[in-house]
């Protein structure tokens, strides 16, 4: 994915196997009526937009949270299982 954002050549696609009831022209013909006119990409807020990230690394943020938000959090991550990290 992070190719074809930033325009390097894509390897070629993999071949699929059909599937085994048969041909599956249903599912192709499906796709290219969705995919006639795709949505524009989103702009994403930030001082970055939508750029593609260059690296992986962990980023640190020096915006503290309060005790009452950061029980929130942790009540909500409890009650979705899980953790509030």
């Known amino acids: ?3 074809a954002y930033t325009g390097d050549p894509l390897k070629p696609a993999p071949r699929a196997s ?4 048969g041909s599956d022209e249903d599912d192709v013909a499906y796709w290219r009526a969705v995919m006639v006119d795709p949505p524009e990409p989103l702009g994403l807020p930030g001082p970055s937009g939508s750029a593609v990230p ?3 690394r962990s980023q640190r943020t ?3 949270l309060g005790a009452d938000v950061a029980d929130r959090v942790t009540v909500m991550a409890n009650e ?6």
Do not use: D, E, K, V
């Open 80 to 85: 979705a299982g899980a953790t509030p990290y």
């Open 62 to 64: 020096s915006l503290r």
């Open 54 to 56: 260059t690296g992986w």
């Open 1 to 3: 994915l992070t190719s």
């Open 18 to 21: 059909s599937a085994a009831s």
